[in-house]
């Protein structure tokens, strides 16, 4: 017949802290057993439960006595503080290691070598973070050893990216990495030259140091935007030099002899009446429409972390406030910042998104908490001061390559138009 331990034993306060205590005899035998010290007294009063719970079954009160005394002792084992690790040095760079054993078994755990000591400390900080929400101390340093593998996967993909040659005179640079088993790349744009594609090779693998969490897909985002803004930015080199062949095509197209010998001919076509009034708001409406949004992910973030992954990612040249205020309702970190060198969300929407849409993302962001100091406010007047030269630029476009590239320029540098020229044509 079963014998019933349920009347052994209570909780004890022990400096603060709750343990689960039994001290009792049987056949001349102490038995003293104690559970895992815990900060709340319910989960000291759990392991008083389970302890007893194990004798369940015993034939004889000396059975049951030790499997309660085994029960707490694993109940101890489980709770047992996990290693604190280390940063070591080697060869002048660092590595986080945690060097421990359980249930006979040696777990040496290692994270990605890193240049700098910051950086490891930090995978260290995840590694260990990593054990958070496992049951039993094995399962804990499993966790670990499987988090320092992905680290250790991640700097990996970012270090083993590659210049890829694409048709008779292209290179791409590129970044190949497994999402659930399936391989997958992150592509920069189409350069003329190796070496261009080889310098966005290194931004690339710089917008991923910085960030441990390559299993959360922050590190994958962060070199996403990355290539999205190297994208970027050759499309807008790619623009400005259509805009100068253009140009070239029609002067030589249009060019006529003219009878007076002082003179080329070229002067009339500089000083040419212009076709639009490009002060009108509707006319620049119809040169430069709104942006078609692009065809991204049509569901809504699981979570935070999704939201904010996505909203490293997120291209405002291309996208609507409703898409940015899907994610900033998820609770996506608004003052996100995908890489080293990289700009917060604010910032890019004040820098890239069209004018139609650019001051009701603005205002999203800040209502979401995004930082809006002197240096935003400065950036922001100058963004207002680069769209009232707008009309400025557009009509003085048709005028020599050269002066279009001084005004192309001048728009970026000096946003407030301290050396646009005052036009030459009434």
């Not at 014998?3 to 034993?9: D, E, Q, R, T």
């Not at 022990?14 to 007294?41: C, H, M, N, W």
């Not at 010998?261 to 708001?281: F, I, K, R, V, W």
Request: net charge negative.
């Amino acid at each position: 017949m079963a014998v019933s331990m349920a009347h052994l034993g209570g909780v004890i306060n022990k400096e603060g802290q709750f343990v689960a205590k039994i001290d009792t005899k049987e056949s001349g035998t102490r038995f003293y057993i104690l559970g895992p010290v815990r900060d709340e007294e319910k989960h000291a009063a759990q392991d008083l439960s389970s302890i007893r719970a194990a004798a369940d079954g015993e034939a004889t009160r000396p059975s049951g006595l030790k499997a309660m005394q085994l029960a707490a002792k694993n109940l101890r084992d489980t709770t047992r503080a996990l290693p604190l690790g280390s940063i070591e040095e080697v060869d002048g760079r660092f590595i986080a290691k945690v060097d421990t054993k359980e249930s006979g078994t040696r777990f040496w755990i290692e994270g990605p070598l890193r240049d700098d000591e910051q950086q490891a400390a930090q995978d260290l900080s995840a590694i260990r973070a990593a054990a958070h929400g496992e049951a039993t101390r094995l399962a804990k340093l499993q966790a670990m050893q499987l988090a320092a593998k992905q680290f250790r996967d991640g700097a990996k993909a970012a270090a083993r990216g590659g210049i890829k040659e694409v048709g008779a005179e292209g290179y791409i640079a590129r970044i190949q990495y497994l999402d659930n088993s399936e391989e997958k790349e992150i592509v920069g744009p189409r350069r003329a030259t190796e070496r261009r594609a080889e310098a966005d090779l290194a931004m690339l693998r710089g917008a991923a140091l910085g960030h441990s969490a390559w299993a959360d897909g922050i590190c994958v985002a962060a070199m996403k935007a990355k290539a999205l803004a190297l994208m970027e930015g050759a499309e807008k080199e790619a623009r400005v030099a259509m805009g100068i062949d253009q140009y070239l095509s029609q002067r030589m197209a249009h060019k006529v002899e003219d009878s007076d010998p002082d003179t080329d001919g070229d002067d009339e076509g500089d000083c040419a009446s212009d076709d639009y009034d490009y002060s009108d708001l509707k006319v620049l409406d119809k040169l430069a429409p709104p942006p078609v949004p692009k065809q991204g992910p049509t569901q809504p973030p699981r979570d935070a972390a999704e939201a904010t992954a996505r909203l490293a990612c997120f291209r405002s040249t291309q996208e609507t406030p409703d898409a940015l205020r899907v994610l900033l309702s998820a609770r996506a970190d608004p003052n996100v910042v995908a890489g080293e060198g990289d700009l917060a969300p604010l910032w890019m929407v004040m820098r890239y998104a069209h004018n139609h849409h650019v001051r009701e993302m603005r205002d999203l962001l800040i209502e979401f908490g995004a930082t809006n100091g002197e240096a935003e406010l400065e950036r922001w007047e100058d963004r207002l001061n680069i769209d009232r030269w707008e009309p400025i630029f557009m009509r003085d476009f048709h005028r020599p390559a050269a002066l279009l590239i001084y005004h192309h320029v001048c728009r970026l540098r000096y946003p407030k138009g301290g050396c646009i020229p005052k036009p030459v044509c009434s």
